[in-house]
């Protein structure tokens, strides 16, 4: 059965993007041991993601991290992990922990690996083949 | 068919990190997942200058099983080396790296110039039991550390028992071991335990001979260390426990050693003359109660099983019924395992069941005829079962939940005493 990839690239040959940077996704259908780019997906960040970089020392000591959202961090991570929901796994250099318990909720696979994406991929769809889960 | 397996009582070859934990100051780093460690810690005793909650491991998740763990098994041991002071770092494998193909001999081959010695052994679960997971870690000091020394120490006697920590009186019965191997004028030399460690390792291929107590644990390590180091073994089956065993015990080794004759047989009179001495001070007592349990079951690993049926029937006169041996000894050894329990005294002759399923040992012990109430000495499994039968039960085996043992012991005389004195503190709270 065919399913999904998600990949975190800036240039489409390397895995090069960390989870909280991602700001669009490479998705990729695999069937057996074959994979093809199927979509760029845009992710629907909430507004303050984009400023949060910039302000994010200064939110905290104004408002202090309790406020639920983790320095206003959290609505980023949701919009990530919702965009995706319809994957396997993920692919990216680094993912976060609160990210890698939300992913794990979702039983969304996670892998933090920094090689090209073809050498990850065939490695992925190999394992999912192995454990016939196909 | 799936087979079930009812209450098996040993762990996976991993669980060999209590053998490595019983080395002072020698360090296992695991490559294996979380729960591996975890799972093997219980009732090993958690604190200490090592314990399990220390151990380093690479705690290997999906991404490894795809991608390959040896960059995050090179950065634990790199990391192990600069914040755990240790001796001797010995990595030991889980099942999963070494089914995805992990080669960690490699890996450890790149710490060769560390300033501590690095080693591996692997310890896949697949591979077998955690008794053969204490070989494989014996077999990675002899292979990776020791080398052949042409300097001898005159007398230096290499003393190797069973399985640290998976038998609950290893400390004591290995210094007792080295007590007795001393009053006879040799030098022990053991590496488990208090104040042992990397030195007695050091010293291993000085001994003159090896000597192991156990009817087939560590039997390869024997051979592979007369082969690489040219050190001769002398393999002596029986855990000796009581007068019986014991002087037998010595006797052999003093002749294998060439020591004099005379000097043995007043160690062992010495000895001999105070247990009979505490014997005859109790024997109305062992009369009164001899018609309690007339017969007995030990159920344990190969060593106690033969070591106490030979003690009970040779030194207090009981009569065996079917003893159980749950350690899974390979089959290639257990003719030779069984051929000892013909060994007994009065021409008696013991019946034996290699078995690991507890469902079935209870059963048979259900079963049988024990003439009167049993005597089971066995794991903390026995204890329903025997009481159901109104027998008197001892827990002398993993799993051990009745009882602490810090460094008490059974073997050699004051550890047949010392039995002596738990099985009739079983049998006298019959009463009270």
Redesign the interface.
């Given at each position: 059965m065919a399913y999904k990839i998600a990949v975190g690239t800036s240039d489409e040959i390397n895995v090069d993007l960390k989870f909280g940077e991602l700001t669009e996704l490479h998705i990729y259908e695999a069937d057996g041991e074959n994979y093809s780019l199927s979509e760029i997906r845009e992710i629907d960040l909430p507004e303050q993601e984009n400023e949060r970089s910039e302000n994010h020392v200064a939110n905290c000591s104004q408002k202090g991290c309790g406020n639920g959202g983790g320095c206003g961090g959290s609505s980023g991570i949701s919009a990530r992990v919702l965009a995706v929901s319809d994957c396997r796994c993920i692919v990216c250099t680094k993912v976060g922990f609160q990210a890698q318990k939300q992913l794990e909720r979702k039983a969304i696979?996670?892998?933090?690996?920094e090689?090209t994406i073809d050498e990850?991929l065939g490695?992925?769809t190999n394992?999912y083949k192995r454990i016939n889960r196909d | 068919m799936a087979k079930l397996l009812d209450k098996q009582r040993y762990k996976c070859a991993l669980g060999a990190m209590q053998s490595v934990q019983a080395i002072e100051r020698t360090l296992p780093v695991l490559h294996s997942g979380p729960g591996c460690a975890q799972k093997l810690s219980e009732s090993i005793g958690s604190s200490g200058y090592f314990s399990p909650n220390i151990f380093p491991c690479t705690s290997i998740n999906?991404?490894d099983?795809?991608?390959g763990g040896t960059k995050k098994l090179h950065s634990t041991i790199d990391n192990a080396l600069k914040v755990i002071d240790a001796d001797l770092y010995i990595v030991l494998t889980g099942c999963i790296p070494e089914i995805v193909g992990d080669d960690s001999g490699e890996i450890v081959s790149e710490f060769a110039d560390a300033d501590k010695p690095v080693i591996y052994a692997q310890t896949a679960g697949f591979k077998g039991n955690n008794y053969k997971g204490h070989e494989q870690v014996v077999d990675a000091i002899i292979e990776q550390y020791l080398k052949k020394s042409d300097l001898k120490e005159e007398g230096l006697v290499n003393i190797w028992a069973d399985v640290p920590y998976q038998d609950l009186f290893w400390l004591g019965n290995i210094r007792e071991l080295e007590n007795l191997i001393r009053e006879i004028g040799l030098t022990p030399n053991t590496i488990f335990g208090y104040k042992r460690g990397i030195k007695n390792i050091d010293r291993i291929p000085k001994a003159q001979f090896n000597l192991l107590v156990s009817p087939w644990v560590g039997l390869s390590n024997m051979k592979k260390m007369e082969r690489k180091l040219g050190i001769p073994y002398l393999h002596y089956p029986t855990l000796p426990i009581g007068a019986t065993e014991t002087s037998k015990f010595l006797r052999e080794v003093g002749k294998f050693a060439g020591v004099d004759e005379e000097k043995i047989e007043k160690v062992i009179k010495e000895h001999e003359d105070y247990y009979y001495y505490l014997i005859e001070r109790y024997a109305d007592l062992f009369l009164e109660n001899r018609v309690i349990n007339k017969q007995f079951s030990v159920v344990a690993d190969a060593q106690y099983t033969l070591g106490i049926t030979k003690f009970l029937v040779n030194d207090l006169g009981l009569v065996p019924a079917t003893q159980f041996i749950t350690d899974d000894t390979p089959k290639n050894q257990r003719e030779k395992v069984a051929e000892e329990f013909k060994k007994l005294n009065f021409g008696l002759e013991a019946e034996v069941a290699f078995e690991t399923d507890s469902h079935k040992i209870h059963e048979e012990i259900k079963s049988h005829d024990y003439h009167g109430y049993p005597l089971v000495l066995g794991g903390y499994y026995e204890k329903e079962v025997t009481e159901g039968l109104s027998g008197n039960f001892l827990n002398i085996s993993w799993p051990v939940q009745d009882k602490v043992v810090f460094d008490d012991f059974y073997v050699g005389y004051t550890g047949g005493i010392r039995l002596i004195e738990d099985i009739y503190t079983v049998a006298v709270q019959r009463f009270n």
């Open positions: 696979s996670y892998f933090d690996v090689c990850a490695k992925i394992y | 999906e991404k099983v795809v991608f």
